[in-house]
T-cell receptor, first 111, second 112 residues
């Protein structure tokens, strides 16, 4: 158990819809990162938030957006869903020494 | 971040040491070597990291070559619960970037 929780566990959406995924960080961590993991691949970095500001972004289009709240919880929003957005979405909070603590992920299926 | 190369898969007998190699020949002086593992359908789990010196914790040992171009993760007494995909990552995260670049990792199967 890492102390990082994500909701929902599973989600099914149709193409063109919008989705919001949620993450609750480990206590005391103020940096949160989001990753997308397609089947059979390693996680790919989407973006990172530090003290409520975006602090780095991977190679993902603007329809992937996020928020971080004062309590360090976070949301990932994806607009105009595409079939290729089907994946496991992982949230990770970071300690001062660099280790990232991952949540169990949200499995998104786009039909 | 430096690219890492790992074997696609490995087997290890239960109770024996599992030695997982990683090549990172283009690693820069301020990049750390991180190891994570991912058990099926769970989030990745941090194992260990190091810069130059060998490191040991309750989970594993990390041996980094003197030229830092390769490293080995050692699980001293592998159990069935160690069956997972193991990721080796060369990253600046120790300096605060927190943006990990995962490859495909090594799928370790621990055999009874």
């Amino acid at each position: 158990e890492t102390g990082v929780t994500q909701s929902p566990t599973h989600l099914i959406k149709t193409r063109g819809q919008q989705v919001t995924l949620r993450c609750s960080s480990q206590s005391g961590h103020n940096t949160v990162s989001w990753y997308q993991q397609a089947l059979g691949q390693g996680p790919q970095f989407i973006f990172q938030y530090y003290r409520e500001e975006e602090n780095g972004r991977g190679n993902f289009p603007p329809r992937f957006s996020g928020l971080q709240f004062p309590n360090s919880s976070s949301e990932l929003n994806v607009n105009a869903l595409e079939l290729d957005d089907s994946a496991l979405y992982l949230c990770a909070s970071s300690s001062q020494t660099g280790e990232q603590f991952f949540g169990p992920g949200t499995r998104l299926t786009v039909l | 971040d430096a690219k890492t190369t790992q074997p696609t898969s490995m087997d290890c007998a239960e109770g024996r040491a599992a030695n997982l190699p990683c090549n990172h020949s283009t690693i820069s002086g301020n990049e750390y070597v991180y190891w994570y593992r991912q058990i099926h359908s769970q989030g990745p789990q941090y194992i260990i990291h190091g810069l130059k010196n060998n490191e040991t914790n309750e989970m594993a040992s990390l041996i980094i070559t003197e030229d830092r171009k390769s490293s080995t993760l050692i699980l001293p007494h592998a159990t069935l619960r160690d069956t997972a995909v193991y990721y080796c990552i060369a990253d600046h995260s120790g300096a605060g970037s927190y943006q990990l670049t995962f490859g495909k990792g090594t799928k370790l199967s621990v055999i009874p």
